[in-house]
């Protein structure tokens, strides 16, 4: 036990063997982190909800959102059409290397990024994700049997501005129309 307490005395009196310890040991948590988020099933999930297409994605917001609005008391039969600003998107996790050239006193530095990969199953590898920007909806479209009653219109485009974080003036209330009525 004293030997490893004197290698590590000896590692530590050198910046350099500092930098490379904390290096080493922040890779060995990334590694453990990594094999438990797959263990429990995390990143299958996400892979599954990344999957989402845009459509699928606005036609589930539409449901529910339907489905909400059809509980405001007042509101009635109602229709939904939601309008995406933009969809999912992945940021990848880079490694960036700056080297540096020297031609007779004059100093060139060339920046080189490449895109980290992890093994995701048997032979097959993926990059990895760090963040995931979610859909960001633009605008909302609602028609109901109570959208000609102030009260109930109000609710609606309160509920909507709520439920996706959008400003009033991006949501359109107005009362639907009977078939065979002109």
Same mark, same amino acid.
């Given at each position: 036990?004293?030997?490893? %307490?004197? /290698? $590590?005395?000896? +590692? !530590?009196?050198? %910046? %350099?063997?500092?930098v490379l310890i904390i290096c080493a040991v922040l890779a060995l948590v990334l590694l453990v982190v990594s094999g438990f988020s797959e263990e429990t099933g995390n990143s299958e999930e996400v892979n599954v909800k990344l999957n989402v297409s845009s459509e699928e994605?606005? %036609?589930?917001?539409?449901?529910? +959102?339907k489905e909400l609005i059809e509980k405001i008391d007042g509101a009635g039969e109602t229709e939904v059409m939601i309008t995406l600003e933009s969809c999912y998107e992945n940021v990848y996790l880079k490694d960036s290397n700056l080297k540096t050239e !020297?031609?007779?006193g004059v100093f060139k530095e060339e920046q080189e990024e490449n895109f980290v990969m992890a093994k995701t199953g048997s032979n097959t590898q993926d990059g990895v994700i760090i963040k995931v920007y979610e859909p960001v909806v633009k605008g909302v479209a /609602? /028609?109901?049997?109570?959208?000609?009653?102030?009260k109930v219109k109000m609710a609606i485009i309160e509920t909507v501005s709520a439920v $996706?974080?959008?400003?009033?003036?991006?949501i359109s209330v107005e009362k639907m129309a009977f078939e065979g009525m002109d």
């Open positions: 036990m004293i030997e490893i %307490k004197e /290698v $590590f005395k000896n +590692l !530590s009196n050198n %910046k %350099k063997n500092i994605y606005i %036609k589930e917001q539409e449901e529910k +959102l !020297s031609t007779e /609602v /028609v109901a049997t109570g959208g000609d009653n102030e $996706f974080n959008i400003n009033s003036t991006n």
